[in-house]
């Protein structure tokens, strides 16, 4: 099946600072997500994403499909932005979502 | 104004008992799974509904049984509960649009999740 690899696994940034969260996958997909789980262990859909660019806020996203890889971009980041950042996935026809391991965010003040 | 709810938020019980973890959405969404994410924080699908019917059914013992009685609702009934059965499960929904001159959009909201304890 599809895999999916995310880096960095950990990072921590000062509050303001901007970063870049990557998503790498071992195939063509037709679905791609990013998603939040804040520290409480909320699940929050960020970007539905399986080509192109999006814009929302501060965050951002940009995922080239020929190439297998998405970024999101978090600028000026915020303490609220800490959590686990997901990739997730999908090459089938029944909505299948294959999760990354996520990247661990703490933003420090 | 909950969009995906489930119920309830914790459950802890003794191996060997059966469980049930129940699921609503009010977002009038066609399409439910079920997700499990265990101590390292790896999501994981198991089942998948569209309009009452599974659509997705990854290997997972036959001690889970989901059941979608409209399809607002995914319950997820778990037998004979095993110490491995601890993990957060997540209940998720999501939508197709129509795709006459619209993008077809899959985003997938996920409930609060249940966290389940077998001691």
């Known amino acids: 099946g599809i895999q999916v690899e995310q880096s960095p696994p950990d990072l921590i940034l000062q509050e303001g600072a901007n970063s870049t969260l990557r998503c790498n996958f071992s195939d063509s997909v037709n679905n791609l997500q990013w998603f939040h789980q804040n520290p409480w262990g909320q699940l929050i859909n960020l970007f539905y994403?399986?080509?192109g660019t999006k814009q929302n806020g501060r965050l951002s996203a940009t995922t080239v499909a020929t190439e297998r890889y998405s970024l999101l971009y978090i600028s000026s980041s915020q303490t609220t932005d800490s959590g686990v950042y997901f990739c997730a996935v999908g090459n089938t026809g029944f909505q299948k979502l294959v999760f990354g391991t996520g990247t661990r965010l703490l933003v420090s003040p | 104004d909950t969009a995906v709810s489930q119920t309830p938020k914790y459950l802890v019980t003794q191996m060997g008992n059966d469980k049930s973890i129940k699921c609503e959405q009010n977002?009038?969404?066609?399409?439910m799974y079920w997700y499990k994410q265990d101590s390292k924080k790896f999501l994981k699908i198991m089942f998948s509904y569209n309009n009452k019917e599974l659509i997705i059914n990854e290997t997972v013992p036959n001690r889970f049984s989901p059941k979608s009685p409209d399809k607002a609702h995914l319950n997820l009934h778990i037998n004979s509960l095993e110490l491995g059965d601890s993990a957060v499960y997540f209940c998720?929904?999501?939508?197709?649009?129509?795709?006459?001159?619209?993008?077809?959009?899959?985003?997938?909201?996920f409930g609060p999740g249940t966290r389940l304890t077998v001691l």
């Open positions: 977002l009038g969404h066609d399409t």
């Open positions: 994403i399986p080509s």
């Open positions: 998720a929904s999501s939508q197709d649009l129509p795709t006459s001159g619209r993008e077809m959009v899959l985003t997938q909201y």
